[in-house]
């Protein structure tokens, strides 16, 4: 049975672009694998709490006796691996704040991109710990940064492939739609070609490369 991670972060709940996009994503592979399971983690809604002191030296063991919410922080780090490491396809939604990821999204990859637990260093540098998986970013933005110009203000897409490689995944297909803020003209337009695009990504992404389901 294949297991799919949905993770949402804009913080925006009502007419989001990434929302509507991500979910349209997922509801394509679930068309195409009728027995996938979805777990859908709402980091827009239910942000992560900052990473504290306290909870890194009790997660790498130099504290044994936490306090209830470091435990309880520390056990949502542990559930969030798990999470990550058991999905077959990871979907994240990632609207560009600010030239960069959401906070939200932040706090989780600083929650799951952890030395010893998803990644490790050996004398031969970084290794990721996570097995590979098809994992698909669905990349909103108010501007246009495709542009050799704007590329260098990207730092939501690059940071993402970065963090994602660091532990391992490596098979990221990016859907972008760009123009997307409330404002903007184009948005409408943006979101329709990006929900063009789900068919050909999903059947490069599925026929290029196997799919190992546990
Ligand atoms: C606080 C804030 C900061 C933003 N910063 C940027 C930015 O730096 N560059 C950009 O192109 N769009 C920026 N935007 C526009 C969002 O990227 C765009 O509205 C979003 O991708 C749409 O997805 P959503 O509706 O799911 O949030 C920003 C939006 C907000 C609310």
Redesign the pocket.
């Known amino acids: 049975m294949m297991k799919v991670l949905h993770i949402d972060s804009?913080?925006?709940l009502r007419s989001?672009?990434?929302?509507k996009l991500s979910q349209a994503l997922t509801d394509a592979i679930c068309l195409r694998y009728p027995d996938a399971t979805v777990t859908h983690r709402d980091l827009g809604r239910n942000p992560p709490p900052h990473l504290r002191e306290e909870t890194f030296l009790t997660l790498t063991g130099k504290i044994d006796a936490p306090d209830d919410r470091t435990r309880k922080e520390v056990s949502d780090i542990h559930d969030a691996i798990r999470e990550l490491n058991e999905c077959d396809v990871l979907v994240i939604?990632a609207?560009?704040?600010?030239?960069s990821v959401s906070s939200a999204l932040k706090t989780w990859i600083d929650q799951v991109c952890q030395a010893r637990l998803t990644f490790r260093f050996t004398p031969e540098g970084a290794q990721g710990l996570v097995k590979d998986k098809p994992t698909f970013i669905v990349s909103?933005?108010?501007?246009v940064?495709s542009s050799e110009e704007h590329r260098v203000m990207d730092h939501q897409e690059s940071y993402l492939i970065s963090t994602l490689k660091l532990m391992g995944i490596e098979d990221v297909h990016v859907l972008p739609a760009e123009g997307?803020?409330?404002t903007h003209p184009g948005r409408e337009q943006a979101e329709n070609s990006a929900l063009a695009q789900i068919p050909d990504l999903l059947s490069y992404a599925f026929t290029e490369h196997d799919v190992a389901v546990n």
């Open positions: 804009s913080p925006m989001s672009s990434s929302r939604g609207p560009m704040i600010n030239h909103t933005r108010g501007g940064y997307v803020d409330k």
